[in-house]
């Protein structure tokens, strides 16, 4: 069966770095694409970013652009995301979902990793 | 931009839910999906493609929509339907997610 399970998340200071990591079983990673979504405490979904299932193409919400960066090792059937700069309002837990197929749903989400940016 | 209504909606179970989802711009090729999302859990896909049913959701869902206007309905709600509901689209290499609509028992 597919799993998702992040990993990673903290409490981090504005400014600081943390990297995620959400390690996929149960399907052939390296043919999808492979995002991050997020949310905040008590709000709605918020996309994140996505890789395509080679690594050479990446898209990201304008709220992390510049940013955060998203990238894969097939080989370790993993998706990470590397978060630099951190703000306050990143504090959300971060989900990794599996996406069916180009442009179409995520039929499969991790549990979810929380990140605290906190002085 | 996805507009979801109401805010929240409060029913009785056995009641019928009428979910609305309005995109600021024409939604290309109907990908349109509803996920479901209970206290502490992950979103859990419903609808894809409009109006095709996940693996495992029950018939009592469906969805119908084109253009702008997408509705996702249930026809008679059972206890464990009471849950925040979202909608998302693609559009130009972007994933937006509408803000939500909580499903509360009346």
């Known amino acids: 069966q597919v799993q998702l399970v992040e990993s990673g998340g903290g409490v981090v200071q504005p400014g600081r770095s943390l990297r995620l990591s959400c390690a996929a079983s149960g399907f052939i990673f390296s043919n999808y694409d492979m995002h991050w979504v997020r949310q905040a405490p008590g709000e709605g979904l918020e996309w994140v970013a996505v890789v395509s299932p080679s690594g050479d193409a990446r898209s990201y919400a304008d709220s992390v652009r510049g940013r955060f960066s998203i990238f894969r090792d097939n080989s370790e059937n993993t998706v990470y995301l590397q978060m630099n700069s951190l703000k306050t309002e990143d504090t959300a837990v971060f989900y990794c979902?599996?996406?069916?197929?180009?442009?179409?749903?995520?039929?499969?989400w991790g549990q979810g990793t929380l990140v605290a940016v906190s002085s | 931009v996805l507009t979801q209504s109401p805010g929240t909606l409060s029913l009785s179970p056995g009641e019928r839910a009428t979910l609305s989802c309005r995109a600021s711009?024409?939604?290309?090729?109907?990908?349109l999906t509803w996920y479901q999302q209970k206290p502490g859990q992950a979103p859990r896909l419903l609808m894809y493609?409009?109006?095709k049913r996940a693996t495992g959701i029950p018939d009592r869902f469906s969805g119908s929509g084109s253009g702008t206007d997408f509705t996702l309905t249930i026809s008679r709600l059972e206890p464990e339907d009471f849950a925040v509901y979202y909608c998302?689209?693609?559009?130009?290499?972007?994933?937006?997610f509408g803000q939500g609509t909580k499903l509360e028992i009346k």
């Open positions: 493609g409009t109006s």
């Open positions: 979902a599996k996406q069916r197929a180009r442009f179409d749903a995520f039929d499969f």
């Open positions: 711009q024409s939604i290309n090729n109907n990908y």
């Open positions: 998302q689209q693609y559009d130009n290499s972007l994933y937006a």
